[in-house]
């Protein structure tokens, strides 16, 4: 009896708890992403995204640039640390505590706070941690003289970064770009494979196992070898780096697992319907518009949705076959060139400049999931 149609498995917690796994481990990063696209710069640096709501310990460096009083032939500046010039902003939210201090940059946190540090050349240096300093001089500074300490930062939460990235110059024509390149990139790919997955599917001809099994292996060629080939072959035929130049390469890279999906969908489509059609006298072209393309609709939204994806997301491919002219550059390229550099170390505008170019994406992505959901429903009853 534990056979019995309709009962349910005993393994559904099971099922249940790897499906609650596995989003969590795609949720996880995410979080931290958006938690890290909203801190400074330094606070990123010294800790996890996690530690965002806590204060941390950062390095700062500032001068004594408070008036100079005369003792007993000493020179004394007294002030506070936290409301120099330098600092007074990192430290606008909140009090903080400084842990220690120092007189240089190799050593900023040599002495703790509350002690008196003798710095040579008869040079006194006190820091408390509420941030009162007292330096004492055996002569008048010309300069103000140079103060390190380290001190726990409140957490700081800042749009500075959305605001680098949206208002980056020529952000706007980056965007166009893209969208430029991505429509006709995932349309093209789509109407050819659409053919050539109907031909292979249900057309008989001499060679259609070889061409199945060509595309089969088109699958494992990693596409960065067809890079600079491809490239040599634009420039030959005079296309060079252009827009038209991207949407081949991108036809080009996404067609064999374009084909071989929709191939694969449209062989398990009924063949009585198909066959029924010819009887009635139904061309190919005519079986293809009228029937196979109708219902092979959630497998082409499916490949859209991919599709769109890469090529939004894309680096690699616009680098190469795009012009490295301001005006010609997409989104990707824009903010690896122009506000990550060379580096890319700033990890807040690269986690910002993630969520700026992934809303599109999430549109396209509900969009395609509505339609897509009804085409598998339009095509379950047969």
Known sequence: MDNIAGKKSGLTWAVNISVI??????LIPTVGLLVSSFRDRDQISASGWWQAPFSVELTYATRASDPVVTDEGAYIIEGNIFATDEVAASFAAGESTISAFGDTGRNPAEFPAGGQADLGDGE????QPNGDYRYVLPEEPRRPPRIYFEAETPPEFTLDNYRTVLTADNMDRAFINTMTVTIPATIIPILIAAFAAYALAWMDFPGRGLLIAAVVGLLVVPLQLALVPLLKLHQAIGIGQSFLGIWLAHTGFGLPLAVYLLRNYM???PRDIIESAKV???TDFQLFVRIVLPLSFPALAAFAIFQFLWTWNDLLVAKVFLPSADEAKVMTVKIADDLLGSRGGD?????TAAFVSIAVPLVVFFAMQKYLVRGLLAGSVK
Do not use: R, S
């Open 21 to 26: 796994v596995m989003v969590l481990l795609w």
């Open 124 to 127: 006194i240096l006190t820091v």
């Open 267 to 269: 062989v398990g489509l």
């Open 280 to 282: 009635d006298g139904a």
């Open 347 to 351: 990890w807040g505008i690269l986690a």
